[in-house]
């Protein structure tokens, strides 16, 4: 008498015992970067949304801020609380943004971060874009 119908009722029994994988899928480095890149494209495209009156230009201090790599985290928190303050806990840009803090480095600086004016979305979305492009350039050097 052979055993090996026994085993597969075995192996079914214990296939439908195992605990189902939830949860978000496994990123590899590679899948990762373009996830976050990805994230990077629909925040610009939903800043590019907004209606805004008018948009001042960057001058060379807040540019240099935006592109310090000890910075980024303190400057995305800035730009979390301004989009929740303004656009609210439920936009897509709030939600994105969120979703982009877990991947930056938390190293902190002496540095202010950048500030942008209050009610403001011109200088929100122009500042944001700035700062999204950096961690964008940032993200391809990894890559080459």
Same mark, same amino acid.
């Not at 240099?64 to 000890?70: E, G, I, P």
């Not at 936009?91 to 969120?98: E, F, Q, V, Y």
């Given at each position: 008498?052979?055993?090996?119908?026994?085993?597969?009722?075995?192996?079914?029994?214990?296939?439908?015992?195992?605990?189902?994988?939830?949860?978000?899928?496994?990123?590899?480095?590679?899948?990762?970067?373009?996830?976050?890149?990805?994230?990077?494209?629909?925040?610009?495209?939903?800043?590019?949304?907004?209606?805004?009156?008018?948009?001042?230009?960057?001058?060379?201090?807040?540019?240099?801020?935006?592109?310090?790599?000890?910075?980024?985290?303190?400057?995305? %928190?800035?730009? @979390? $609380?301004?989009?929740? =303050?303004?656009?609210?806990?439920?936009? /897509?840009?709030?939600?994105? +943004?969120?979703? &982009?803090?877990?991947?930056?480095?938390?190293?902190?600086?002496?540095? %202010?971060?950048? @500030? $942008?004016?209050?009610? =403001?979305?011109?200088?929100?979305?122009? /500042?944001?874009?700035?700062? +999204?492009?950096? &961690?964008?350039?940032?993200?391809?050097?990894?890559?080459?």
């Amino acid at each position: 008498m052979s055993s090996l119908p026994i085993l597969h009722r075995l192996l079914f029994l214990l296939a439908l015992q195992a605990p189902q994988a939830q949860g978000a899928t496994l990123k590899t480095p590679g899948t990762q970067q373009c996830y976050e890149l990805n994230l990077i494209r629909e925040i610009t495209n939903d800043l590019d949304k907004l209606p805004v009156a008018s948009e001042d230009s960057l001058n060379s201090n807040e540019k240099r801020k935006l592109m310090k790599t000890s910075l980024r985290r303190p400057n995305l %928190e800035e730009f @979390l $609380t301004f989009a929740t =303050n303004s656009l609210g806990e439920d936009s /897509k840009i709030t939600k994105n +943004l969120k979703e &982009i803090q877990p991947i930056l480095p938390t190293a902190m600086s002496t540095e %202010e971060p950048i @500030l $942008t004016e209050k009610d =403001n979305l011109g200088d929100f979305r122009v /500042k944001l874009k700035e700062y +999204l492009s950096a &961690i964008r350039d940032s993200l391809n050097c990894k890559n080459t």
